[in-house]
């Protein structure tokens, strides 16, 4: 049987059945995905760039074989959009590794937090703490709406149209609540 012409959700559903052609396709398919998702998270949160060839192989292998071994596409609930849950689920592996093998110092996994280069500066810890609290002072003064986009585009990363879809509001609420809180932002530091 071929599979090249399968819609995503049967080709997830052959894979989660444990079909090695599905597989094969599905790995056509997702593996530059994948690939290009750990790329993009090692670049922002990886300090070491020699060794960031050796880790993407890594965190790609240990995704594959779990998504394989441990039958991890069967959580999928909307299988014909897995590439957000492909993205988020690389993006999470690759902040995994580095954590486990302690490749870099993460203050957090927030974009918006600076990242330590060195321990031991107490300075850099005390900017690091301060933003944190004028992070929080901010969010406290934020309607719950604003604070979801808040949390999806700062923290996360997502783009306007992915917020949209998740709080289903037009991506023009979404940018306009953004550029509020920026200048909100720039009015909160003063």
């Not at 995994?96 to 974009?111: G, I, M, P, Y």
């Not at 609420?173 to 009015?187: D, E, F, G, L, Q």
Request: with cysteine; charged share 30%; aromatic share 10%.
């Amino acid at each position: 049987m071929r599979y090249k012409d399968l819609a995503t959700s049967s080709l997830i559903e052959k894979c989660v059945e444990q079909d090695g052609l599905a597989w094969a396709e599905f790995i056509k398919r997702f593996s530059p995905l994948i690939s290009f998702s750990i790329k993009k998270s090692l670049s922002k949160y990886s300090i070491d760039f020699r060794r960031a060839q050796e880790d993407m192989k890594d965190i790609h292998q240990n995704i594959m074989t779990s998504l394989w071994g441990k039958n991890k596409l069967a959580e999928v609930i909307n299988r014909d959009n897995i590439d957000y849950w492909l993205v988020v689920t690389a993006r999470n592996a690759t902040i995994n590794h580095l954590k486990a093998f302690q490749k870099e110092v993460l203050v957090t996994d927030e974009l918006f937090f600076e990242k330590l280069q060195a321990p031991g500066s107490a300075q850099r810890i005390d900017r690091a703490l301060d933003a944190r609290k004028e992070i929080e002072r901010f969010c406290n003064r934020l309607s719950s709406k604003e604070k979801i986009i808040f949390d999806l585009f700062f923290k996360k990363g997502l783009g306007l149209e992915d917020i949209a879809k998740i709080i289903r509001s037009p991506v023009g609420t979404v940018s306009s609540a953004v550029t509020r809180m920026r200048a909100k932002i720039k009015y909160f530091k003063k």
